[in-house]
Nanobody, 131 residues
Framework: EIQLVESGGGSVQGGGSLRLSCSVVGDTDSSAYMYYMAWFRQTAGKEREGVAAIENAFDSEITTTYADSVKGRFTISIDNAKNTLYLQMNSLNPEDSATYYC??????????????????WGQGTQVTVSA
């Protein structure tokens, strides 16, 4: 069993940047859970939204998927040696304010930004963007 531990959230002014991190811990072979990973976000009263996803982290070709709302501004990446997933967020605006969650699963039964794909979830990290 694994745990996903997010960090890097905080408060920033509009136009600023933040980098979120998600460490995969707790299993002797954490890499087995890192084939499909993603970032989601949620604000009060709204459904959780898929933001960015990464597939086949250990193959030579990595596939990334982004929500239209963050394309060109957010970048998802992974450091296999550190068992860590990242989300670089640039040109932030107040609409990006949310609790951000890291998710992982060893299989891919649904689409990359479909929360039903993911079994393992982090506790969330808050991002607040002021105007």
């Amino acid at each position: 069993e694994i745990q996903l531990v997010e960090s890097g959230g905080g408060s920033v002014q509009g136009g600023g940047s933040l980098r979120l991190s998600c460490s995969v811990v707790g299993d002797t072979d954490s890499s087995a859970y890192m084939y499909y990973m993603a970032w989601f976000r949620q604000t009060a009263g709204k459904e959780r939204e898929g933001v960015a996803a990464i597939e086949n982290a250990f193959d030579s070709e990595i596939t990334t998927t982004y929500a239209d709302s963050v394309k060109g501004r957010f970048t998802i990446s992974i450091d296999n040696a550190k068992n860590t997933l990242y989300l670089q967020m640039n040109s932030l605006n107040p609409e990006d304010s949310a609790t951000y969650y890291c998710a992982a699963d060893p299989a891919a039964d649904n689409g990359p930004l479909d929360e039903q794909r993911y079994t393992y979830w982090g506790q969330g990290t808050q991002v607040t963007v002021s105007a």
